[in-house]
Nanobody, 122 residues
Framework: QVHLVESGGGLVQAGGSLRLSCEASGRTLSSYDMAWFRQAPGKEREFVAVISQSGRSRAYTDSVKGRFTISRDNAKNAVFLQMSSLKPEDTAVYYC???????????????WGQGTPVTVSS
């Protein structure tokens, strides 16, 4: 029903920035709340950020507050994660996700992308 594809990951030095993108197909993203998750090597997948369907509400996990910004462009059917002041502990595969409510997308999203890897060197 919804196909999500992330891009923009890569290798960056500590203190640098990356902008991740999530493009949707199958259904317009405006119908969904969106979230970003990440999974570091040897760690469980964790919530990173969430944004409401309208873009008016946003929330972040404590470890990325002030450094990451989630945004969306419904006209382009896309969601973004601007990551700044990156730290080695941010190294992970980053996934975008979609669901019909903020609560659900931040906890157990219905739709997932394939992930894009981010590696932050010391």
């Amino acid at each position: 029903q919804v196909h999500l594809v992330e891009s923009g990951g890569g290798l960056v030095q500590a203190g640098g920035s990356l902008r991740l993108s999530c493009e949707a197909s199958g259904r317009t993203l405006s119908s969904y709340d969106m979230a970003w998750f990440r999974q570091a090597p040897g760690k469980e997948r964790e919530f990173v950020a969430v944004i409401s369907q309208s873009g008016r509400s946003r929330a972040y996990t404590d470890s990325v507050k002030g450094r990451f910004t989630i945004s969306r462009d419904n006209a382009k059917n896309a969601v973004f994660l601007q990551m700044s002041s990156l730290k080695p502990e941010d190294t992970a595969v980053y996934y975008c996700a979609a669901d019909s409510t903020i609560t659900q997308v931040a906890r157990t999203p219905k739709y997932w992308g394939q992930g894009t890897p981010v590696t932050v060197s010391s």
